[in-house]
């Protein structure tokens, strides 16, 4: 007996394969991106870092022009590469829970004190530790590592708003331009 599948059948399975084409974005169709975030340089070196975009943009601009990003819409999921001894410069997401997750390295993630940015707390992070800040809180992060750290940024808004910058942040007042 030999099955015969209907044109309809083959249709809709080949439907399902585009559905699932445009929901992949694989590791060697991605690029480190280290202009993005490049006017971080302005205030010095060690803020250098690059993004590596699966799904949205994150907060770092509008990359819309970008075709091998995935469209977001309830989230953003990029990979982010931190040089050893680099920074993730103090800022703040008013919008949205940001969550960081280490593929490799070692992180230190500090959140600040709303109220003047001067409390802190940190805590370090490696392989496979997450940590999820909430919405408000300011937070930056350094590569305590001897390595590059590689992790996970993932921001709970399909288009995050532009994070700021407290007072005391090594970026207040550095401009993108």
């Known amino acids: ?50 993004q590596i975009r ?27 590469r931190l040089p050893a001894g680099a920074v993730g410069p103090e800022h703040t997401h008013h919008d949205a829970e940001e969550v960081f997750f280490v593929l490799e390295g070692q992180l230190e993630v500090t959140v600040h004190s709303a109220e003047d940015g001067t409390r802190t707390a940190s805590r370090l992070l490696g392989y ?10 300011p937070r930056s992060l350094r590569n305590i590592g001897e390595t590059d750290a590689l992790f996970c940024v993932i921001i709970g808004a399909g288009r995050p708003q532009l994070p700021t910058y407290p007072p005391t942040s090594a970026m207040h007042g550095v401009t993108r331009d």
Not at 10 to 37: F, I, K, M, P, Y
Not at 58 to 79: K, P, Q
Not at 128 to 137: F, K, N, S, Y
Request: hydrophobic share 30%; proline share 1%.
């Open 1 to 50: 007996m030999t099955e015969h599948r209907s044109d309809t059948t083959e249709q809709r399975d080949s439907e399902l394969g585009e559905l699932l084409d445009s929901c992949v974005a694989s590791r060697d169709s991605r690029h480190e991106d280290w202009d993005t975030l490049g006017f971080q340089a302005k205030a010095g070196d060690e803020f250098r870092r690059a």
């Open 54 to 80: 699966y799904i949205g943009s994150g907060a770092t601009g509008n990359h819309e022009s970008d075709d091998r990003i995935l469209g977001a819409e309830h989230f953003t999921f990029s990979n982010m």
């Open 128 to 137: 496979r530790d997450l940590i999820r800040v909430p919405a408000g809180v």
